[in-house]
């Protein structure tokens, strides 16, 4: 009998209010150098729609922000799982802005949201350590692989791994790219199990590359020159990151395929960062060269960037949230089914992993 991180509870928090690509069409969209767009808004929106696949996002609420709905996956995750918080050994929570209030654009990080969701949760446990795991959009499974080391270590039984994001704070409204950005938060509970065969977590893969390509994502001014204050908005380099991401994401989801000693034609389904669907299909297809796989198998690949746009570290877990509970019709897994999650964001950071279903 050999240990093995496993599953056994998901949950997903995905904000009500819908917003449409109309909502857009009175915006004032400019380009870096801060000049006024010449392109109407419906020419920008209908190429951003080709390009990204987006046709709505989620925002929360304006009295939410990202460690309340970070509570509420949590709270699924742990009713699906049936444990009782209590057991848990640690908390990780994936975000990169912490609490940002509607009224207040300045990241919250003190105390951790890992402790603020510990607390909303109710847990006295002092031996259950919670802390935060910022990372770039890749957080969540990052945090996965860190429950994963905990598990092996022999001492730790019970991870939550939350990623929780409210990029609608962070959004430039002059800025077209910000239209990609969404909100919400997914969880998982992964536990120590033990089997005489490969189950659950079988392998992973990490880069970061910070040379070349630690400023393809950054924090900047608004594109707007007459925008009234001093705040913050994310900014990215979409055409660079786009290449850096076909460049390396497809070796990583090999390394991670090779290191499970498992072929991409063994694999169920692949479960991407929702950033830009152009981009995953893009990067999929260069994964399949690597295997020289000519037909391209996209139905392994379930999407929701149309329906719930970029929520950063939320996508992934909200994904396989919607897989496990049968909420993607076209789209099913069983026990035995190999999936791989891979992620790349800010940093900029790539990582993958293989995981079997039990």
């Given amino acids: 009998m050999r240990t093995y991180s496993i599953i056994t509870g998901t949950g997903s928090y995905i904000p009500e209010k819908i917003v449409p690509n109309s909502n857009f069409m009175n915006h004032q969209f400019y380009d870096s150098n801060g000049i006024l767009l010449p392109q109407s808004n419906e020419e920008i929106i209908r190429k951003f729609q080709e390009i990204t696949g987006i046709n709505t996002r989620r925002y929360v609420d304006d009295n939410l922000v990202a460690s309340d709905i970070g509570f509420f996956a949590a709270q699924k995750a742990l009713k699906d799982s049936g444990l009782n918080p209590e057991n848990l050994d640690y908390i990780i929570v994936a975000h990169n802005f912490g609490d940002v209030k509607i009224n207040n654009r300045r990241s919250d990080f003190v105390p951790s949201l890992a402790a603020r969701i510990k607390n909303k949760l109710g847990i006295k446990n002092p031996k259950c350590v919670a802390h935060d795991l910022p990372f770039g959009c890749p957080g969540w499974l990052q945090g996965v692989i860190q429950a994963d080391y905990l598990i092996h270590s022999g001492e ?24 990609i950005y969404a909100d919400g938060a997914g969880a998982v509970i992964v536990k120590a199990a033990y089997f005489d065969r490969p189950i659950g977590i079988l392998s992973h893969a990490v880069r970061s590359d910070t040379i070349d390509h630690s400023k393809l994502l950054w924090m ?63 990067i999929l297809q260069e994964v399949c060269k690597l295997y020289g796989i000519k037909n391209i198998p996209y139905d392994i690949m379930p999407m929701t960037i149309h329906e719930l746009g970029n929520s950063s570290v939320a996508t992934i877990p909200t994904l396989l949230d919607l897989l496990v509970h049968n909420k993607l019709p076209e789209h099913k897994v069983k026990s035995g089914d190999n999936i791989i999650k891979v992620s790349l964001g800010a940093g900029m950071n790539i990582n993958a992993m293989v995981y079997r279903m039990p």
């Fill in 156 to 179: 730790v039984q019970h991870v939550l791994v939350i990623g929780n994001e409210t990029l609608s704070r962070i959004s430039d409204p002059h800025d077209r790219d910000s239209m």
């Fill in 220 to 282: 900047g001014s608004s594109y707007n020159p007459n925008y009234p204050g001093n705040d913050l908005f994310l900014k990215m380099n979409g055409n660079a990151l786009y290449k850096y991401a076909l460049r390396y994401v497809p070796e990583v989801v090999k390394e991670s395929l090779d290191k499970a000693g498992l072929h991409l034609s063994d694999v169920s389904k692949l479960l991407i960062h929702q950033a830009n669907a152009k981009m995953d299909y893009a």
